[in-house]
């Protein structure tokens, strides 16, 4: 499967942007799609998964700030990500799992090429 993240940019604090990943060429919705992001220096960290039955998996320190959201009918993920801070900067990927969502890296087979997000303070 082919994923195509979009929607960064730069960002003023406090904005509300949303984020796409489209996935092509393998049976969406067998997929957890995931969100990682990773910060200049910094490891990749999970942000939000969501599976094909439908569940989601949030970071703790990101549930509340950050919902995910999918359309299997257009095979489209969606981080809408509110209230942002200048620590919110990385790049953001999509990832999909055919063995579910889980936080780890590791547990995701295909990647995106990642979108950046800049919030300015």
């Known amino acids: 499967v082919q994923l195509q993240a979009s929607g960064g940019g730069l960002v003023q604090a406090g904005g509300s942007p949303r984020l796409s990943c489209a996935a092509s060429?393998?049976?969406?919705?067998?997929?957890?799609i995931g969100w990682f992001r990773q910060a200049p220096g910094k490891e990749r960290e999970f942000v939000a998964a969501f599976s094909g039955s439908a569940s989601t998996l949030y970071s703790d320190s990101m549930k509340g700030r950050f919902t995910i959201f999918r359309d299997n009918t257009k095979n489209m993920v969606y981080l809408q990500m509110n209230s942002l801070k200048p620590e919110d900067t990385a790049v953001y990927y999509c990832a999909a799992s055919r063995s579910g969502c889980y936080h780890s890296t590791s547990a995701y087979d295909y990647w995106g090429q990642g979108t950046l997000v800049t919030v300015s303070s």
């Open positions: 060429g393998g049976t969406f919705s067998r997929y957890c």
